[in-house]
């Protein structure tokens, strides 16, 4: 989905850092910010020169870098690169996160037995890799640049209404909610309301780290996943192009007075109460 690069939507002379760009739903939102105008450098564990040639191959100036967001000197340097090679960074989309089977409860893994070290790693990626480290680092920058920003961060529905099985992933998403809203009241009030904070709450999209709980292995849907459909009013999974709009319009001017929210992209999800 191409987005229209008129008036107060437009991202001519920005540049993005889009932390976990290389992952499906990262790589369709640098896309987005692309196509509206932005410079965008795609950073993540792996497949960041793949990113980076797909977007040049739509004629979007980009640049991908290798970094984990969980070592701090590494996103550091991919800031540094991002800022070297493209342009002060503008615009920071916090797409680093997921779940994992040894933290999701099943038939053979009761909750009282899942290990602590995997709800840690749950609760880390999420929230310290997915969108602490790279707002302070990145929030530095912009707070001393006092140039506009906008930090987005990426959180889920399950963030507002529990899902079963996952309480590690539910969990980090709803403080990825209130770290937002509390980046966004501080960095207002201490900067002047230049930098704004917002957050993508992403309903049900088919990816790698949740296709095990909503496909068999024959692409069949799970009774979870017949459950998402039944409960989604536009009875389908999202498909990574309906997050563009959302994150250009956080990204952009015409968001220039939003701060401090959270952007359910659903389908209706969390307005139907299944009556």
């Given at each position: 989905?191409?987005?229209?690069n008129?008036?107060g ?11 976990g ?6 790589l369709?939102?640098?896309?987005a ?5 932005a410079?965008v450098?795609v950073?993540?564990?792996?497949g960041f ?5 797909s977007?040049?191959?739509k ?14 000197a ?12 493209l342009g ?5 989309v916090?797409a680093?996160?997921g779940n994992?089977?040894e ?6 893994l009761?909750?009282f037995?899942i ?6 790693k ?6 310290f890799?997915?969108?602490i480290?790279p707002?302070q ?9 006092g140039r506009n920003a906008?930090?987005?961060n990426?959180?889920?529905?399950n963030?507002?209404?529990?899902l079963t099985?996952i309480?590690g992933?539910?969990a980090?998403k ?6 937002t809203?509390?980046?966004a ?23 790698e780290?949740n296709r ?5 292995k024959?692409g069949a849907?799970?009774e979870?996943?017949k ?5 989604t009013?536009?009875?389908?999974f999202?498909?990574p192009?309906?997050l563009?709009?959302?994150v250009v319009?956080l990204a ?16 209706g999800?969390?307005a139907?109460?299944?009556?």
């Open positions: 989905m191409a987005v229209s008129q008036s939507f437009s991202l001519d002379g920005r540049t993005a850092l889009v932390a760009g290389t992952g499906v739903l990262g369709a939102m640098a896309e910010l692309g196509q509206a105008g410079k450098c950073a993540g564990l792996s020169s793949e990113a980076q040639a977007l040049e191959s004629g979007i100036k980009a640049l991908g870098i290798s970094m984990d967001a969980f070592d701090r590494q996103v550091e340097a991919a800031y540094h690169r991002a800022v070297s090679e002060p960074v503008d615009i920071l916090n680093v996160g994992m089977k933290a999701t409860t099943s038939k053979d009761s909750f037995d290990p602590l070290e995997a709800m840690e749950i609760v880390g990626l999420n929230l890799a997915g969108a480290i707002s680092i990145a929030g530095k920058a912009m707070a001393k640049s906008s930090i987005i990426i959180s889920s529905m963030s507002f209404r529990p099985r309480a992933y539910s980090a709803a403080a990825v909610n209130n770290f809203q509390w980046l009241v501080y960095l207002a009030q201490e900067f002047g309301g230049k930098i704004r904070v917002n957050a993508i709450a992403p309903g049900f999209f088919l990816t780290q095990f709980l909503l496909t068999e024959d849907l799970t979870r996943g459950s998402i459909i039944g409960h009013p536009m009875g389908r999202g498909e192009s309906d563009a709009g959302a319009w952009s001017d015409a968001s220039a007075f939003v701060t401090g929210t959270v952007i359910p992209v659903d389908g999800f969390s139907y109460s299944g009556v």
